[in-house]
């Protein structure tokens, strides 16, 4: 699961390199293929092929640098160009049929907080930013987000929920506050230092 070939993008072999915080900056990073200007279109039957657009572009965006999510975590103010962003992807992630199964993600802990099985639910629970995640099958492509001291989390969707699969097929989003205490609950297996969330 650790090992990273050649298929995986160069951004994820980088990332393996230097970190995840190494791709978090207070504007996106130069774009990568072609991306459309940004902005949200209320849906319906007339404009529902241009919002399919949108919800790809800014997944296009969030996907080389989701420096969106710092700003909602830290609850600090986003740009307008932010704020359509959110809004699309928001609109991806409920146009998305219910899914299930088990996704991968790969936490890399934040500065003087570490993650151990104390400090886990800060992670997991009323995440005010999206979370990301692997299928199963793709767990590689979260390993290489858990960086030094980081930890990966399997979460185990028995009862379906809605989510934005991105077309790469490596990618799986859920939204904000998607996953809370009062839902779902956290094991810790100290054998293979992984964590499983799964649904009460």
């Given at each position: 699961?650790?090992?990273?070939?050649?298929v995986?993008p160069?951004?994820?072999?980088?990332?393996?390199?230097?970190?995840?915080?190494a791709?978090?900056?207070?504007k996106?990073?130069?774009?990568?293929?072609?991306?459309?200007?940004?902005?949200?279109i209320?849906?319906?039957?007339?404009?529902?092929?241009?919002?399919?657009?949108?919800?790809?572009s800014a997944?296009?965006?969030?996907?080389?640098?989701?420096?969106i999510n710092?700003?909602l975590?830290?609850?600090?103010?986003?740009s307008?160009?932010?704020?359509?962003?959110?809004?699309?992807?928001?609109?991806?992630?409920?146009?998305?049929?219910?899914?299930?199964?088990?996704?991968?993600?790969?936490?890399?802990?934040?500065?003087?907080?570490?993650?151990?099985?104390?400090?886990i639910?800060?992670?997991?629970?009323?995440n005010?930013?999206?979370?990301?995640?692997?299928?199963?099958?793709?767990a590689?492509?979260?390993?290489?987000?858990?960086?030094y001291?980081?930890?990966?989390?399997?979460?185990?969707?028995?009862?379906?929920?809605?989510?934005?699969?991105?077309?790469?097929?490596?990618?799986?989003?859920?939204?904000?506050?998607?996953?809370?205490?009062d839902?779902?609950?956290?094991?810790?297996?100290?054998?293979i230092d992984?964590?499983?969330?799964?649904?009460?």
């Open positions: 699961m650790s090992i990273v070939t050649n995986i160069k951004m994820y072999r980088y990332l393996k390199t230097v970190g995840k915080s791709l978090v900056a207070d996106p990073v130069k774009k990568i293929g072609e991306v459309h200007s940004l902005f949200y209320k849906p319906s039957q007339q404009n529902i092929e241009i919002l399919d657009k949108q919800i790809k997944y296009r965006e969030y996907s080389i640098s989701p420096y710092e700003y975590r830290q609850g600090n103010p986003i307008p160009k932010a704020n359509e962003l959110w809004l699309n992807l928001k609109e991806g992630i409920n146009r998305s049929e219910k899914i299930k199964g088990i996704f991968v993600r790969g936490l890399t802990p934040r500065k003087n907080h570490p993650i151990n099985p104390e400090t639910g800060e992670y997991i629970f009323n005010k930013g999206f979370t990301s995640t692997a299928p199963l099958d793709k590689h492509y979260a390993n290489a987000f858990a960086g001291k980081g930890a990966l989390v399997s979460f185990e969707i028995s009862k379906p929920m809605k989510a934005y699969k991105a077309d790469n097929g490596y990618e799986v989003i859920f939204d904000a506050n998607a996953f809370t205490p839902k779902f609950k956290i094991l810790y297996n100290e054998k992984e964590y499983r969330v799964i649904q009460k």
